[in-house]
């Protein structure tokens, strides 16, 4: 059984669409299979790393866990992790499963 705060494809996908929404005020958030970059796609390059970069912060805010997601990785691979929020979605939670993630140590309390 599963916690609602793991880091599943559907909580992923959630959280995709949340931080689109809040970084991206100004667009609509795109459908789950809508391309995020390219002719047809709402985002420039700038955007679309604006976005990655922010998914990455909340991702470790989340789940206590670093993901880089641009990187050669994801880059040479025949189908692009940031094609949409599906695919995205997909490959964050390859990651967090890989153990590719490095874990934070928790921030030091008060002395």
């Known amino acids: 059984m599963s916690n ?3 880091p ?3 909580n992923v996908l959630e959280l995709l669409r949340q931080t689109f929404a809040e970084g991206l005020s100004d667009r609509q958030v ?3 299979e809508e391309p995020l970059f390219g002719p047809e796609a709402q985002l420039d390059s700038m955007e679309l790393v604006a976005f990655i970069a922010d998914v990455e912060e909340v991702v ?3 789940w206590g866990r670093a993901v880089i997601l ?4 994801a880059l040479s691979r025949s189908r692009s992790p940031f094609r949409h929020l599906i695919a995205l979605a997909g490959y964050v939670v390859e990651l967090l499963g890989e153990g590719t993630a490095q874990e934070q140590p ?6």
């Open 4 to 6: 609602q705060d793991d």
């Open 8 to 10: 599943t494809s559907e």
């Open 30 to 32: 795109p459908g789950d």
């Open 70 to 73: 641009a990187d050669e990785r």
């Open 60 to 62: 470790e805010e989340r």
């Open 106 to 111: 928790a921030a030091p309390g008060p002395a």
